[in-house]
């Protein structure tokens, strides 16, 4: 069974900075493909960007330039750094392992970008 924890939020300030970290065990990682989700409150939970076994990367539009999701696969974990935050990026942040159909989530990290 994969489990997937989060860690890495907090509280920063507008135009700062935080990298999340998913640490995945339990099956093989490198050959799931990965993803960070957010949920802001009363909205639904959207993609923020995904990385593929290969190390193709998808953004959101929203993020594109400020956000890079990375993975390494000796440490079976996978990283989003993100830059330039802004307060609308408050949510909880969700990691998503996905392998032949079947996806599997964490628990969450909340990032809370307000001065």
């Known amino acids: 069974q994969v489990q997937l924890v989060e860690s890495g939020g907090g509280l920063v300030q507008p135009g700062g900075s935080l990298r999340l970290s998913c640490a995945f065990s339990?099956?093989?990682?490198?050959?799931?493909?990965m993803g960070w989700y957010r949920q802001a409150p009363g909205k639904q939970r959207e993609l923020v960007a995904t990385?593929?076994?290969?190390?193709?990367?998808n953004y959101a539009d929203s993020v594109k330039g400020r956000f890079t999701i990375s993975r390494e696969n000796a440490k079976t974990t996978v990283y989003l750094q993100m830059n330039s935050l802004k307060p609308e990026a408050t949510a909880v942040y969700y990691c998503?392992?996905?392998?032949?159909?079947?996806?599997?989530w964490g628990k969450g990290t909340l990032v809370t970008v307000s001065s």
């Open positions: 339990g099956m093989i990682f490198s050959i799931y493909s």
């Open positions: 990385i593929t076994v290969g190390g193709s990367t």
């Open positions: 998503k392992a996905g392998f032949n159909n079947m996806d599997y």
